[in-house]
């Protein structure tokens, strides 16, 4: 039960990372199909910012009430068909709808696997998060590619979407068979309040979580949009090149998510966002001090292998502290994170006008060489091997 359980989060962190890709790949696309402008596109993205930011902020409590299987499930069931709207919206107002639509299904998901994941990580008693987040990795890139290749054939977005929407609705299927049941979930019991702590010590600790996950996703929002951009034109690299860049980080950054778990179980949640931070700022500041393109690309590629550990620990330490409340707990981390995505490329481009890109990108690095420092915030919740015994029936070991 306990194999099958982990298997179904995987597949729900793998199906949302292949919406988002797919949806991602196709973006040019539906521009031109509704011959929109730069600024009436950056109006539609709103829709799945301001949908996914309000889906979390709804989604902690009715996790909290009524367990994260029974809202994560039905939400999963979603995520194929509200892929598929998009590509039927007959013009900006219907497009912004869709995906504020997108957005939300995609919030609640991120919230309510994560806290399932949390579960299953609690019963296995040991680090497991990191690989759940992973697999979300994994999903974007195979959602990317999938759409890429139905561009290349010349197939309609709609085409697209509803293939890979029908893929997605049937792996949520089986997913649903999987999951682990609501009346084993250990994270049902009343909440614990630990000695010394008040409900306000309690809440300022999650959202310096928050914090954390915002200064995280600051770097990853950044690496996506201006990497490739001071490669070429800071650097003056042709665009082979400054592709290169973003490659580097993302393909550290998944490996370092696979090889999180046993980094987490080896050194502590603690020790290993010190030195991912560590890592990530430092490499990232040495890579702009060089100022070389090779040297750009080692400095992004040990970026996102810095940043890799870092979110799923935080994850785990707001969903271990306390299981009553851990539903809006994740909520109040992810939304605040989910903020620093989208601010990320934004505070970037506007600090790159004032003082030049290095300089700018140096941003980020500071987050990081900051959540270093603070990384010792981890060890006010238990980790995964301090949770409560499992009951037997979900304690079956594959």
């Excluded at 829709?47 to 367990?67: N, P, S, W």
Aim: net charge neutral; glycine share 14%; hydrophobic share 55%.
């Amino acid at each position: 039960m306990l194999l099958r359980a982990r298997v179904a989060v995987y597949g729900l962190f793998l199906v949302s990372g292949v919406a988002l890709g797919t949806w991602t790949s196709r973006i040019p696309a539906i521009k031109s199909d509704l011959h929109l402008s730069e600024g009436e596109l950056s109006l539609a993205l709103l829709g799945i910012a301001t949908g996914a930011i309000a889906g979390m902020q709804a989604v902690g409590r009715l996790v909290d009430r009524y367990g994260s299987r029974r809202v994560m499930i039905p939400v999963a069931l979603l995520q194929g068909p509200v892929l598929v709207l998009p590509a039927f919206a007959p013009g900006l107002i219907g497009l912004a709808a869709a995906l504020l639509a997108f957005g939300v299904v995609h919030g609640v998901l991120d919230v309510s696997m994560n806290a399932n994941a949390v579960i299953v990580e609690r019963h296995y008693r040991r680090p497991i998060m990191s690989s759940f987040h992973a697999v979300f990795s994994v999903g974007g890139f195979l959602g990317a590619s999938t759409g890429g290749l139905f561009a290349h054939a010349g197939a309609g977005v709609a085409a697209t979407f509803a293939t890979v929407g029908a893929l997605i609705l049937a792996v949520s299927l089986v997913c649903a068979r999987l999951a682990l049941p609501d009346e084993l979930d250990l994270s049902r019991a009343p909440a614990q309040e630990a000695p010394g702590k008040t409900g306000n010590a309690m809440a300022g600790w999650v959202l310096f979580l928050g914090v954390l996950a915002f200064c995280c996703l600051v770097g990853e929002g950044s690496m996506a949009d201006w990497s490739s951009v001071y490669l070429v034109e800071d650097l003056l690299s042709d665009e082979s090149v400054g592709a290169a860049g973003y490659a580097a980080f993302s393909i550290m950054m998944t490996a370092g998510r696979f090889a999180g778990d046993r980094l987490a179980a080896w050194l502590g949640p603690v020790v290993l966002v010190r030195c991912c931070g560590a890592l990530a700022g430092t490499g990232l500041l040495t890579a702009l001090l060089i100022g070389h393109p090779v040297a750009g690309i080692v400095g992004f590629g040990l970026f996102g292998a810095g940043l890799s550990c870092i979110i799923p620990q935080v994850f785990s330490a707001a969903g271990h502290r306390d299981p009553a409340t851990s539903g809006r707990a994740l909520a109040r981390v992810a939304s605040l994170g989910y903020v620093g995505l989208l601010a990320g490329p934004v505070l970037i481009g506007g600090l790159a006008e004032l003082t030049g890109l290095p300089f700018a990108l140096g941003v980020p690095a500071v987050m990081a060489l900051f959540v270093a420092l603070a990384a010792g915030a981890l060890k006010e919740g238990p980790s995964p091997a301090a949770a409560p015994a499992p009951t037997p029936q979900s304690a079956e070991r594959p």
